[in-house]
């Protein structure tokens, strides 16, 4: 069983930063971030692979958002930076085996219980 804790959320102006962290208890995965906001489906925002080597963004995050992850702490983060209203959402952590660079909501085992990120000034 794995547990995924989110933290870092928060109220920021456009054009500011975040750091969000997810700290996970158990056996590790492959890690991501997915978001989503009202009225609208979850949607894939970055993932870090297991051996740490890979990394994958969508498109709308690519040059403003960066994964990062510590496996001697079991951690991932999420930097964001540059944030626009578009980005307001709640910020869901999730760990898996995706067959990157296919990456699905499916595939993802575990998740958090997210995070909410307002950008708005």
């Known amino acids: 069983q794995v547990q995924l804790v989110e933290s870092g959320g928060g109220l920021v102006q456009p054009g500011g930063s975040l750091r969000l962290s997810c700290a996970a208890s158990?056996?590790?995965?492959?890690m991501a971030w997915f978001r989503q906001a009202p009225g609208k489906e979850r949607e894939f925002v970055a993932a870090?692979?297991?051996?740490?080597?890979?990394?994958y963004y969508a498109v709308s995050v690519k040059g403003r958002f960066t994964i990062s992850r510590d496996n001697t702490v079991n951690t991932v983060y999420l930097q964001m930076t540059g944030l626009k209203p578009e980005d307001t959402a709640v910020y869901y952590c999730?760990?898996?085996?995706?067959?990157?660079?296919?990456?699905?909501?499916?595939?993802?085992?575990?998740w958090g219980q997210g995070t909410q990120v307002t950008v708005s000034s």
């Open positions: 999730a760990a898996g085996t995706p067959s990157f660079p296919r990456i699905g909501l499916a595939d993802f085992e575990y």
């Open positions: 158990g056996r590790t995965y492959s």
């Open positions: 870090h692979t297991l051996s740490a080597e890979s990394t």
